[in-house]
């Protein structure tokens, strides 16, 4: 696959079978010692900054030993580290297959629907006129990133061309699912699609038909039963047994290079951690052959670690018990959770970012969804909703933590989540939510949201970004100076967190949701395996009195309006020419 761009550095090469670059990973290590601040720079760019001393304490920064610059932060010793790490990824892209368990649900039928709709080219007429197949909510494919700064500006590429990876409409998808309709019929009972969408789409989809699922009753509601006529028989040992056979027969029969597993069937209960039973991968695996209590969603997990498969959970269910995260430490194979986060829970993950940063103290958060899916449906029972709105609480607690000027040690907002199961609205799931914060003088400032979430129509491109991402790190390698020996990602793979509502992550690692920094660490990752420095946002070329010479500063096309005469004159009203889209040309009729 040929790269859309290519760097130029000696730090970076390029082989037939890889690209190799050097790089310097640069983090502070921070430490509390006798109330004072000592900086030491071990790789320190040659800026000379100079800050007024009355701001600051007495406290030591140091490149090497000679103080540059003093600072206090709350008696902590700060020193500034660098690693060398040479990165190398593999450029041959696989071919991909995408095992979705719960196929025939609303995600897999709209997911396997959206890529035969992309690789066939289709559109189709709605009552707001022709829509045309795309990718539209994917990170990877609807995405940009800025490579750097060119002569007329910022130069943006997608973001599925920081590296070699699979494209969605290359992917084959297979799975199980409890339900015996095929994959056209549950479409059509998933009513997501447009109706002469589903026309164009089912003679591709009628021959596409899951492979019989687990369905144990006690995991998922009762109300689950009337749909659970295509399941596997045996014993748990059997069951895993079968499921392995099916990669196995699918890897075969498809052509496929590599599979990944995800979940997308319905919410389980919570499992209990139990000593001996699912505490260690052995005791694990023994209780599966006694037939002891191991989810259907923790059996699928065991089944792909054991063939080398990596395993995402996208529902919020402790599927990942300690013994099947050692089994995949042991296996050297991937997994990756909890949950998607599309819609309510995204959007919270930014609105709480910006008021803990912006210095407001968020006190109480309501979120309140109903929906009619099955989705809706499954959590309308007590045990399930748990398993959601555990997932669905904790997405604030580390921007809470990283403001520890507002908020005591143990202190949070009050949140509450609510879910109610309404059969009307089906897949469009309505979420209302009010954000309360305390600002400045005893005030108080309220934000209230309503959200129409599209389930399926957000949940697919994240789906199609989370197997891409994990086939990606796959083919991912690095080391360092002082470990030479090249190494992978951990079977933990916390870099998809952006993707998930409560992100998996190895144990002492720090969870982060704040939906930009997640989206950060990816890009940044990406941008290091071929030599480029991370996104800091500073843009000192366009700060300073005097250019300097080795900082090129771009010829920016000069505006033709003036950004302020032209809000007096449309106040508030929209430009009728750009109907909303805001063309250069109708933006050109403002100003006189």
């Not at 103290?361 to 979120?367: A, D």
């Not at 360092?480 to 998809?496: A, K, M, R, Y």
Request: with cysteine.
């Amino acid at each position: 696959m040929a790269e859309t761009f290519l760097v130029e550095s000696p730090d970076v090469t390029y082989s037939k079978d890889y690209i190799e670059a050097k790089y310097t990973y640069s983090t502070v290590h921070v430490s509390r010692e006798d109330g004072v601040t000592k900086l030491w720079r071990t790789s320190v760019p040659h800026v000379h900054l100079v800050l007024s001393p009355a701001s600051y304490s007495p406290c030591a920064v140091s490149e090497g030993c000679t103080p540059v610059l003093t600072a206090c932060l709350w008696g902590s010793q700060v020193k500034p580290q660098s690693t060398k790490f040479t990165f190398r990824t593999e450029r041959q892209v696989p071919r991909l297959g995408v095992m979705l368990v719960g196929w025939g649900g609303n995600n897999g039928t709209t997911v396997t629907a959206a890529v035969l709709a992309n690789r066939l080219g289709l559109s189709w007429m709605t009552k707001t006129g022709r829509k045309y197949a795309n990718y539209y909510g994917s990170l990877l494919q609807a995405s940009t990133v800025c490579l750097g700064t060119g002569p007329t500006g910022d130069v943006y590429v997608p973001f599925r061309d920081l590296l070699p990876m699979v494209h969605p409409n290359d992917i084959i998808f297979d799975g199980w699912d409890v339900s015996s309709l095929n994959l056209a019929e549950a479409m059509r009972r998933a009513k997501v699609l447009d109706w002469q969408l589903q026309e164009q789409l089912w003679p591709h989809m009628v021959k596409m038909k899951p492979r019989p699922s687990i369905y144990i009753p006690g995991f998922v509601a009762a109300n689950q039963d009337d749909r659970a006529d295509h399941v596997l028989r045996g014993t748990k040992a059997e069951q895993v047994a079968q499921i392995r056979r099916d990669i196995q027969e699918f890897k075969a029969t498809s052509g496929v290079d590599k599979v990944v597993v995800l979940w997308m069937a319905n919410t389980e209960r919570f499992c209990d951690v139990l000593p001996g039973v699912n505490d260690t991968a052995a005791n694990l695996l023994q209780a599966i052959e006694r037939g002891l209590e191991v989810s259907p969603s923790t059996l699928f997990a065991v089944a792909s670690i054991l063939e080398g498969c990596a395993y995402i959970n996208g529902s919020p269910q402790n599927t990942f018990v300690p013994g099947a995260m050692e089994l995949a430490l042991q296996r050297h194979v991937f997994i990756c959770g909890d949950d998607l986060k599309s819609g309510q829970t995204k959007l919270k993950s930014v609105l709480v970012d910006f008021l803990v940063s912006a210095g407001l103290k968020t006190v109480s958060i309501v979120s309140y969804n109903h929906l009619g899916n099955n989705d809706g449906k499954n959590l309308s029972a007590p045990q399930q909703f748990r398993s959601k709105e555990a997932s669905k609480s904790n997405v604030v607690d580390d921007m809470v933590q990283s403001n520890p000027l507002l908020y005591g040690p143990q202190e949070k907002p009050d949140h509450c989540v609510v879910i109610k199961y309404v059969p009307y609205v089906g897949d469009s799931k309505r979420a209302l939510d009010e954000y309360t914060s305390e600002i400045m003088m005893g005030g108080t400032n309220t934000i209230v949201i309503h959200n129409t979430c599209e389930d399926s129509l957000l949940a697919s491109p994240i789906i199609l970004d989370l197997a891409i991402l994990t086939e990606l790190c796959q083919r991912i390698s690095f080391c360092t100076e002082s470990d030479p020996d090249f190494q992978g990602f951990h079977s933990v793979l916390s870099i998809l967190g952006f993707l998930c509502k409560a992100p998996l992550v190895p144990e002492g690692s720090p969870v982060v949701n704040a939906l930009f920094r997640q989206r950060s660490c990816i890009e940044n990752i990406l941008r290091a395996c071929v030599g480029l420095p991370p996104q800091n946002h500073m843009l000192l070329e366009h700060k300073m009195q005097r250019p300097c010479p080795s900082l090129k500063r771009a010829r920016l096309a000069e505006c033709p309006i003036s950004l302020k005469r032209t809000a007096a004159q449309v106040n508030g009203y929209l430009c009728p020419a750009s109907n909303g889209h805001g063309t250069s040309q109708a933006q050109l009729h403002i100003d006189n």
